[in-house]
């Protein structure tokens, strides 16, 4: 019974279709009398065919193409509907050509009195003219209906700008509409502001100064929408890092940061996480009361919102202001050893304790370092690949703050090592390791052993050819060469021709590098 349940969910009713079967009935589009329901059951089936990937040749798309143009005349709203979808997905698939005949059609539906229509046939022209033919009677209607009084309309002529100033051909005219659309973003609909500070900020985004004339007029306007909000947010970061590349010494009591900072205390959870991001990216061009503000602003969202996707917008910020001062976020770490044992239950967002345990690591200091590396070691075996990659990438650098603790990260290395045989894992900490020998003298020891150890039992040549180069540069200050020199031995004798002819290579160092060695790497290299 549950099985069948499953089948029967699993079943899709369109996955059947035969292409050609499908096409041949759509001549019904031709009869004077139309069966509106059959219409719209072949339309429906021939989006999915175009959706699903299924290709379509030209003759046959041009034919569907003015098939269903001919379904406009019908008075059937849904239909006609139908009818604008399912040209918009034909357009990609016809020549221009072929499509220019269709724009006369549209432009009289621009004028239907059924803003679903009117609407529609907005959309749909964006799609079907070439941004060459965006002039004349097209552009003039088009910008006309940016300040209708309707809000649905507005909307569509606004996404239809934003469609052709993409294409390169049509920007220079869709630039002309400038002043209807600073017009629209004074709308107090939510959904024209958001599709009119879009397309400004669309055709101002690659002149300087017009995006710091479009953020001093932006801060002045009451957006209704969150997204317009964070939209709003994201131009203001950009002109503040235009100006601090111009000038390092840029004010920090200046009305674009005060503005962002402001924001920070927003009723709506998506802006304060957009304006604490911002704020964390470009710290210098903030005052530290602006920041400590930010703090304050995370520390409520983790305590008043359980949303996964709320939690890692919070940490990622810790996550870049720990990098910035760790100090700011060393408050929190209760809260991310919490997010660092959920990580290990099953049903737990592994991407939330990944954040936790690199944040974590970037507020350790000498005094705590120790009792976390220890919890981490425990869980190593119930972490997921992208928290062990967090834990190895921190690792080099705690090591060369903290050389006394070597060993201790030199545990949490190898116990990952052993848990874990994946490429990249193993890469990241070939890689690590082969820093710390390089970087901290009281490690080397410890790191050449783990080494030796790694391409003992290592399936990946790349890896193994990176640490044999490390053994030789390294032989001449090794406390154990005898060990090394078997390890490399063994490549030769065990592994493929890349990783054999580079352990050659590695021997002939050892004979050269150290002189009480030579004899027996000699008669080694003879073999």
Not at 73 to 94: D, T
Not at 169 to 181: F, H, L, P
Not at 233 to 238: F, M, Q, S, Y
Not at 277 to 282: E, K
Request: net charge positive; aromatic share 4%.
């Amino acid at each position: 019974m549950t099985q069948d349940k499953t089948k029967s969910e699993d079943f899709h009713p369109l996955e059947q279709l035969d292409k050609s079967s499908v096409i041949q009935k759509c001549q019904i589009f031709n009869d004077r009398e139309l069966n509106v329901p059959k219409c719209l059951e072949l339309i429906t089936s021939m989006i999915y065919i175009i959706r699903k990937g299924e290709k379509l040749t030209k003759e046959n798309a041009t034919n569907l193409f003015f098939g269903s143009t001919k379904l406009l005349q019908s008075k059937n709203p849904k239909l006609r509907r139908y009818v604008y979808l399912f040209i918009r997905e034909l357009c990609p698939l016809v020549p221009s050509e072929e499509r220019i005949m269709v724009t006369a059609i549209l432009l009289n539906g621009m004028k239907d009195e059924s803003i679903y229509i009117s609407s529609s046939s907005i959309r749909v022209l964006a799609h079907v003219v070439e941004g060459t033919m965006v002039g004349g009677e097209i552009e003039r209607k088009l910008k006309e209906t940016v300040l209708s009084k309707n809000d649905t309309v507005s909307c569509a002529a606004l996404v239809a700008g934003i469609h052709l100033h993409n294409r390169n051909a049509a920007a220079d005219a869709i630039k002309k509409w400038v002043s209807e659309v600073s017009s629209a973003l004074q709308s107090r609909s939510a959904s024209v502001q958001t599709q009119a500070l879009t397309l400004l900020w669309t055709i101002r985004k690659h002149d300087s100064l017009a995006v710091s004339k479009l953020s001093q007029q932006i801060i002045r306007i009451a957006l209704q929408s969150p997204r317009a909000q964070c939209l709003r947010l994201r131009i203001l970061e950009r002109y503040l890092k235009e100006e601090l590349k111009k000038n390092p010494s840029f004010s920090k009591s200046n009305e674009t940061s005060e503005f962002i900072s402001g924001c920070v205390n927003h009723r709506d959870n998506i802006v304060v996480l957009e304006s604490c991001r911002i704020i964390s990216n470009i710290p210098q061009a903030f005052t530290t009361a602006a920041i400590n503000e930010v703090i304050e602003a995370l520390e409520l969202l983790l305590l008043n919102n359980s949303s996964s996707i709320t939690r890692i917008g919070v940490l990622k910020i810790l996550n870049k202001l720990a990098g910035f001062n760790s100090n700011l976020v060393s408050k929190f770490n209760s809260e991310l050893e919490g997010f660092l044992q959920q990580g290990n239950s099953e049903n737990s967002n592994k991407e939330v304790a990944s954040l936790a345990v690199s944040t974590l690591l970037q507020t350790a200091n000498e005094s705590n370092v120790e009792k976390l590396m220890n919890q981490i070691v425990n869980l190593t075996g119930e972490m997921g690949v992208d928290i062990k990659a967090a834990v190895v990438k921190s690792m080099k650098s705690l090591c060369i703050q903290y050389p006394t603790k070597h060993s201790t990260f030199m545990g949490v290395l190898s116990k990952i090592l052993n848990d874990d045989d994946g490429l990249d894992l193993k890469s990241s900490i070939a890689d690590t390791l082969c820093d710390i020998v390089r970087k901290v003298p009281s490690a080397k020891s410890d790191g050449l052993a783990q080494l030796c150890e790694l391409i003992e039992d290592c399936e990946h040549s790349d890896v193994s050819i990176r640490v044999l180069h490390l053994l030789g540069e390294e032989s001449a200050s090794m406390t154990n060469p005898q060990n090394a020199v078997r390890v490399v031995y063994n490549r030769i004798l065990l592994e493929n021709e890349r990783v054999r002819a580079a352990a050659v290579d590695t021997l002939a160092i050892f004979a050269k590098s150290v002189p009480h060695l030579k004899d027996q790497t000699v008669i080694l290299l003879k073999r």
